[in-house]
C-alpha cells in the first residue's frame, strides 16, 4: 500500500513570496504519478501539477513547479510569487501506474494563507 | 482541463430517505468516475471506482447497500445515499479520469454537501 504525508498543516508566506509545501511519500511501486491538488474554501479540486515516476525533468504548470527528489522519495511544490487567491488546502496524491486502477491516496493537506 | 459537474451542490434532508447526487463529465467522455467523501479539516477518502456499464468498487468500509453507484452512460455516475442518517452528513466530491498528455488525470466535480437533520 501507498502512502503520502504531508507534514504542514499550515503555512504561511507574504504576498510575491514563493512558498515550498512538503510531500513525501511511501510506495513499494517502481511506476507511479505525482499530483497536487488546490481545494479553496469552495470545495472544488483543482488540478495543479503532475510528476511521473519516470520523468526525468521536474514538472512546471504556470508558477508552480514539482521539486521531485526520487532517491529520498519528495515531490514537494514550490509557488512562485505567491497570490492572495493561492489562499488554499493543498493535497498531495499519488497513483500507482500499473494495476493500480488509477486510484488516488491523499495526504492530509497544507493550508496555505496568503498574506499581504 | 476537463469539466466535472456535481448535482447539486448542497442538500439538506431527513434522516431515513434517500439522496440521489449525480456527477457529469460535461466535455469528454468517462469510462471511469470516482466517488470521494470528505469530513470537515480531513482529507479525500475514496467510497468507491464506478465503472461505464459494470457494477461499482468499493473500498474497504464502505457499504455498497448504503451507497449505491450507478455509471449508466460513459457520462453520468450517481450515487444514493440510501435511508440517510445523521452521520452521513459529509461533503461528497466525484472525480472522473481522463487521458491528458499521457497520463490519467482525475478531474474533480465541486462537490456536494449533504446534511442530515
Known amino acids: 500500500a501507498q502512502k503520502i504525508t504531508q507534514t504542514q498543516p499550515g503555512m504561511f508566506v507574504q504576498e510575491k513570496e514563493a512558498v515550498t509545501l512538503d510531500c513525501t511519500y511511501d510506495?513499494?511501486?517502481?511506476?507511479?504519478?505525482l499530483f497536487w491538488y488546490k481545494q479553496p474554501s469552495s470545495g472544488e479540486m483543482i488540478f495543479l501539477i503532475y510528476?511521473?515516476?519516470?520523468?526525468?525533468q521536474n514538472a512546471t504548470e504556470g508558477r508552480y513547479s514539482l521539486n521531485f527528489q526520487k532517491a529520498r522519495k519528495s515531490a514537494n511544490l514550490v509557488i512562485s510569487a505567491s497570490q492572495l487567491g493561492d489562499s488554499a488546502m493543498y493535497f498531495c496524491?499519488?497513483?500507482?501506474?500499473?494495476?493500480?486502477?488509477?486510484?488516488?491516496?491523499f495526504g492530509t493537506g497544507t493550508q496555505l494563507k496568503v498574506e499581504l | 482541463g476537463a469539466v466535472v459537474s456535481q448535482h447539486p451542490s448542497r442538500v439538506i434532508c431527513k434522516s431515513g430517505t434517500s439522496v440521489k447526487i449525480e456527477c457529469r463529465s460535461l466535455?469528454?467522455?468517462?469510462?471511469?468516475m470516482f466517488w470521494y467523501r470528505q469530513f470537515p479539516k480531513q482529507s479525500l477518502m475514496l467510497m468507491a471506482t464506478?465503472?461505464?456499464?459494470?457494477?461499482?468498487?468499493?473500498e474497504q468500509g464502505v457499504e455498497k447497500d448504503k451507497f449505491l453507484i450507478n455509471h449508466a452512460s460513459l457520462t453520468l455516475s450517481t450515487l444514493t445515499v440510501t435511508s440517510a442518517h445523521p452521520e452521513d452528513s459529509s461533503f461528497y466530491i466525484c472525480?472522473?479520469?481522463?487521458?491528458?498528455?499521457?497520463?490519467?488525470?482525475?478531474?474533480f466535480g465541486p462537490g456536494t454537501r449533504l446534511t442530515v437533520l
Open positions: 472525480s472522473a479520469s481522463v487521458r491528458d498528455r499521457g497520463q490519467d488525470t482525475q478531474y
Open positions: 510506495t513499494s511501486d517502481q511506476s507511479y504519478g
Open positions: 510528476q511521473g515516476s519516470y520523468d526525468e
Open positions: 496524491a499519488m497513483t500507482i501506474l500499473t494495476g493500480g486502477g488509477n486510484k488516488l491516496t
Open positions: 466535455d469528454f467522455q468517462a469510462t471511469t
Open positions: 464506478s465503472n461505464e456499464g459494470s457494477k461499482a468498487t468499493y
